[in-house]
């Protein structure tokens, strides 16, 4: 069974950064695509980022290209977003999710493609 767990939210100046963590038991890493996304209460999920655990590959959003960095570790079977520069309207909860790949290159940046999801952690940036 597929579990992800988000962690490091938390409340920062504009300008700030954070490092989020999203800790995977039940994924077989080079099988999956991971992402990120956001979601802003009354307001539908956003994609923020993807990779595929197969060969690396990354997918963006416009609204946060050379500000965030998405990236795995095999080893500990985590994947991180490291956020930089942020913005008041970067606040949101953040969810970690994933799906079932059998081939390398850019994940799908759509929530539908998603099967399997954390509970969220909060990320306030105050200006």
């Known amino acids: 069974q597929v579990q992800l767990v988000e962690s490091g939210g938390g409340s920062v100046q504009a300008g700030g950064s954070l490092r989020l963590s999203c800790a995977a038991s039940?994924?077989?890493?080079?099988?999956?695509?991971m992402g990120w996304f956001q979601q802003v209460p009354g307001k539908e999920r956003e994609t923020v980022a993807g990779?595929?655990?197969?060969?690396?590959?990354?997918a963006y959003a416009d609204s946060v290209k050379g500000r965030f960095t998405i990236s795995q570790d095999n080893a500990k079977h985590t994947l991180y977003l490291e956020m930089n520069n942020l913005k008041a309207e970067d606040t949101a909860m953040y969810y970690c999710?994933?799906?079932?790949?059998?081939?390398?290159?850019?994940?799908?940046?759509?929530?539908?493609?998603?099967?399997?999801w954390g509970q969220g952690t909060q990320v306030t940036v105050s200006s």
């Open positions: 999710a994933a799906y079932r790949v059998t081939s390398s290159g850019p994940c799908f940046l759509i929530e539908h493609y998603y099967d399997y």
């Open positions: 039940g994924v077989t890493y080079g099988d999956y695509c």
């Open positions: 990779i595929n655990t197969v060969d690396d590959s990354t």
